[in-house]
């Protein structure tokens, strides 16, 4: 198969880059590249990589994306080492990165701890050392909640729950932290897709990263992460139980969107996490499920 590396006219490279784009050998197999892009691994004689096409509707702004992991890669953040960015022959943007693995797999308590670890390194990280534009402070609620004044029941709440936790966009923040974007690679562990990174929240990030883990893989894991990012961060357990409602609102937003993955047994899940919840449990049921696309 050829080289698809050679069809892309690069925009900014790495000197790694000039050196695989000789490569005799190239294998290519699709990746999960999730609804926004499509991605391959590469390889390259005998050297792995990875490359994300956005060929679809999404088009962010890869050229930053790049700028963004070469710096957060250059001072030890949790993040693909990044080779260049370009354009293929239809306009599409590609980013090419190092390949660190596969999605985290096999979890238990360490594993949590390590994750919840991660997240907090990335919360951490110095964002003066960033240099001025590489991230931005969106409007929160335009930002992660698309449309969602179009659904009144969810706004009216939103609007209400984000005045009690009185948002502050100060740090950086990987946007949307899930198992498919956790990479493990002989122990180590890689944050992927920084798509969403931006000034934002901690408390959303480890919230959102809670409720996607309570809601596919289960109340255990989930209430495992919880403890682990309060024992990381410093928050106290009331303002992530209330950044948790925050972030199942956007689940039931993106849920009536089709956005996200659903079954009878996810929406079960997601009411159970509904009703543990002391700022969403006396709207369990069909107050906030109503509207939700059919599982």
């Not at 590249?33 to 702004?61: C, F, H, Y």
């Not at 029941?153 to 740090?171: F, Y």
Request: hydrophobic share 40%.
């Amino acid at each position: 198969m050829e080289n698809r590396l050679a069809d892309i006219n690069w925009m900014e490279k790495s000197g790694e880059l000039d050196r695989l784009l000789q490569a005799a050998k190239v294998t290519i197999m699709p990746l999960n590249g999730g609804l926004e892009a499509d991605a391959m691994q590469l390889i390259l004689n005998d050297e792995q990589v990875v490359m994300k096409t956005w060929n679809k509707q999404s088009r962010p702004d890869v050229a930053k994306q790049y700028r963004l992991l070469k710096h957060l890669h250059r001072h030890g953040g949790p993040v693909s080492k990044p080779l260049g960015w370009g354009m293929d022959s239809e306009g599409h943007a590609a980013l090419l990165t190092s390949f660190d693995g596969t999605p985290l797999a096999k979890l238990n308590k360490a594993a949590i701890v390590r994750l919840a670890h991660m997240i907090s390194a990335v919360h951490q990280f110095p964002v003066e050392q960033l240099e001025n534009g590489l991230l931005e402070r969106y409007d929160f609620v335009d930002y992660f909640y698309p449309g969602i004044r179009q659904h009144p029941d969810l706004h009216s709440l939103l609007q209400e729950l984000v005045a009690a936790g009185r948002i502050k966009q100060e740090r950086l923040i990987h946007g949307d932290v899930n198992l498919g974007n956790v990479l493990e690679l002989q122990g180590k562990l890689t944050i992927v897709d920084w798509t969403n990174g931006q000034l934002g929240d901690p408390r959303f990030d480890m919230a959102w990263a809670i409720a996607l883990l309570h809601i596919y893989v289960g109340p255990r894991y989930g209430t495992m992460l919880r403890a682990a990012c309060l024992a990381q961060s410093g928050y106290t357990a009331d303002e992530l139980e209330l950044f948790e409602a925050i972030a199942c609102i956007r689940w039931l937003l993106l849920h009536r969107l089709a956005y996200v993955p659903s079954s009878k047994g996810i929406l079960s899940k997601v009411t159970s996490y509904i009703e543990s919840n002391a700022h969403l449990r006396e709207y369990a049921g069909p107050p906030l499920l109503q509207g939700t696309a059919k599982g």
